[in-house]
């Protein structure tokens, strides 16, 4: 399978730079964005795996970050990435659409299988969406 | 005012005490998390070079420099967090005493930084050019202006600044808190604001128009005009 390619978007630069480095050295394709608005500029030209999403940004907070690029790619695997102690709010985003959430400071080993994971559940959802269209195809055809 | 409502009188100033403590620690204690995840991240880049270096990558020692950098950084910003919150903790320490209202100001306003940048607005902080000495609560004192903060704070505009101001006056001492703002406040916070300074041996007045906010607490202070203390 290709390489998973993942957006970390999180106003703390330097822990944006110092997990990207060390991700791709893991054979994860990373690109970053510090604000959710740059963030989503960034989904809307290319096309991601998953993304990585600090909850507490200054102005555009992660849940609202999210709802915007859902809206965008309903299929895009959205990992939350939270302060120690905000499981209630980790649990939160999942029910806004979530797919997953991780403490900070955040095992790099923990999040490379989480992207791996996010990479096939996508492959899976688009599989799925195609074996529908088929499927409609056929029915409407009569074959 | 009956025995029992006195009891629930103190006993609602105690959650609001509570609250204040726990929404400045909350506030800290994130900032103090991203710190240690910087350093963690950077101690597992430092790991990764390691195992490079074993299977026939050399480290640079540019990059090396640049890893240390990283982590002194991030430890003088801990340890700076680490200073303003325990300066916070020890207001509590005595009920009444004599305090730096340009310092007690301050470091509330650095505590208070992080919650107005998710506000995406800044704070500025224009202290005395005296450094009067207040007697009091510093814990209540600071509760007051953490309270004014708040409040301009929440109706303030995003991409702005919001001045904290601290002036001697001829019979005392004024902390003034002024930002633009998107509308006009409900009576509620002001009323609750209100109690808040008085209980600092304070009072409260409100200027509000053309898109601006300006909350004024004056106190009374001791007549002493002695240098900062260390």
Known sequence: MAKARVLFIDDEEEFVKVVSERLRSRGIDVDTAFSGPDGIAKATEHTYDAVLLDLAMPGMDGLETMKHLLEYDAHLQVIILTGQGSVSAGVEAIKHGAVDFVEKPADIDTLVDKFSEAQEKRLALFEDDISQKMSNLMRKKGW | ?230
Do not use: W, Y
Request: proline residues 3%.
């Open chain 2, 1 to 230: 005012m009956s025995p029992q409502e006195a009891g629930d009188s103190g006993a609602e100033l105690s959650r609001n005490e509570i609250a204040f403590f726990g929404k400045i620690t909350a506030s800290v204690t994130h900032e103090l998390n991203n710190v240690i995840s910087i350093i963690e991240q950077t101690a597992g880049l430092l790991e990764d070079m390691i195992a490079g270096e074993e299977r026939g990558v050399p480290i640079s020692i540019d990059r090396l420099a640049g890893v240390s950098a990283a982590i002194q950084r991030q430890t003088q910003r801990g340890l700076g967090i680490i200073g303003r919150l325990n300066r916070f903790a020890h207001a509590t320490d005595r009920p009444e005493t004599v305090f730096d209202a340009d310092e007690v100001v301050g470091n509330l306003v650095e505590l208070s930084r992080r919650l107005a940048s998710l506000r995406k607005i800044g704070l500025e902080f224009r202290p005395t050019a005296t450094a009067p000495k207040m007697s009091g609560n510093p814990f209540v004192f600071q509760r007051a202006v953490f309270g004014a903060v708040q409040t301009v704070l929440a109706c303030g505009l995003a991409d702005h600044t919001v001045t904290i101001e601290n002036r001697a006056e001829s019979h005392g001492f004024k902390v003034s808190v002024e930002g633009a703002t998107s509308g006009e406040l409900g009576e509620g916070p002001l009323a609750d604001l209100e109690a808040v300074a008085e209980e600092a041996g304070g009072s409260l007045t409100v200027e509000s128009g053309g898109g601006q906010m300006r909350l004024c607490l004056q106190f009374t202070v001791l007549p002493s005009t002695e240098g900062r203390s260390s």
